[in-house]
């Protein structure tokens, strides 16, 4: 059973940064992160692959937000700067044991989420 744990979320001002975690429960997955905002769909963010290696993005948040990983700790991170309140939402962490994807429903495993709430 892969367990994922995410953390960091919180409220913050607009401009401001936030390091988003995913602990799991095991190492060498590919691992992604989406989010969800109140009656949106869940977008993808960002993915990385098992060695850490590659790391895609969705077009609109490239430059603000970065991905990595640290696999002695079997966790991943989303450093996310210049926040908007439009990035205000519930971010999940995602795993695969094969490949990065962009689509929700290419994931296995999911995290609970963490709330991050923007203010302006």
């Known amino acids: 059973q892969v367990q994922l744990v995410e953390s960091g979320g919180g409220l913050v001002q607009a401009g401001g940064s936030l390091r988003l975690s995913c602990a799991a429960s095991?190492?060498?997955?590919?691992m992604g992160w989406f989010r969800q905002a109140p009656g949106k769909e869940r977008e993808f963010i960002a993915g990385?692959?098992?060695?850490?290696?590659?790391?895609y993005y969705a077009d609109s948040r490239k430059g603000r937000f970065t991905i990595s990983r640290d696999n002695a700790k079997n966790t991943i991170y989303l450093q996310m700067n210049s926040l908007k309140p439009e990035d205000t939402a519930v971010y999940y962490c995602?795993?695969?044991?094969?490949?990065?994807?962009?689509?929700?429903?290419?994931?296995?495993?999911w995290g609970q989420g963490t709330r991050v709430t923007v203010s302006s």
């Open positions: 095991v190492s060498t997955y590919a």
């Open positions: 990385i692959s098992g060695s850490g290696g590659n790391t």
């Open positions: 995602a795993a695969d044991r094969l490949r990065v994807g962009v689509h929700g429903y290419e994931y296995g495993y």
